[in-house]
């Protein structure tokens, strides 16, 4: 089984930003989703990046704020975060699925059928 590792979560003052990281022994193979929830909201579907073709998709609340590098050597897929905002706050996993593309917001939600993390929590607040 593929055992992902999130990590990278705290408590960061609005504007601020933190870099979430998510990796596993042959990780390169895989597309990657991060997910986040909040107490009394739904999951919703943050980014993905596609485990082929590098191909990203961002949800419209974080597009310009976030993105989702990842380095292939390290087996990691990363989510950084800049000029956070209290909405932000929430556990944040990813999941992964073998060789997807991820281009679309179906296609990204999609990975959430795939193996999860324990996930990380991260607070924005001042």
């Known amino acids: 089984q593929l055992r992902l590792v999130e990590s990278g979560g705290g408590l960061v003052q609005p504007g601020g930003s933190l870099r979430l990281s998510c990796g596993a022994p042959?990780?390169?193979?895989?597309?990657i989703g991060w997910f986040r929830q909040a107490p009394g909201k739904q999951r919703e579907g943050v980014s993905c990046i596609a485990g082929s073709d590098g191909s990203t998709y961002y949800a419209d609340s974080v597009k310009g704020r976030f993105t989702i590098p990842r380095d292939n050597a390290e087996n990691t897929v990363y989510l950084q975060m800049n000029s956070l905002e209290p909405e932000d706050t929430g556990v944040y996993y990813c999941?992964?699925?073998?060789?997807?593309?991820?281009?679309?917001?179906?296609?990204?939600?999609?990975?959430?059928?795939?193996?999860w993390g324990q996930g990380t929590q991260v607070t924005v607040s001042s």
């Open positions: 042959g990780l390169w193979h895989y597309a």
């Open positions: 999941a992964a699925v073998v060789g997807v593309p991820v281009t679309t917001q179906a296609m990204c939600t999609a990975l959430g059928d795939g193996y």
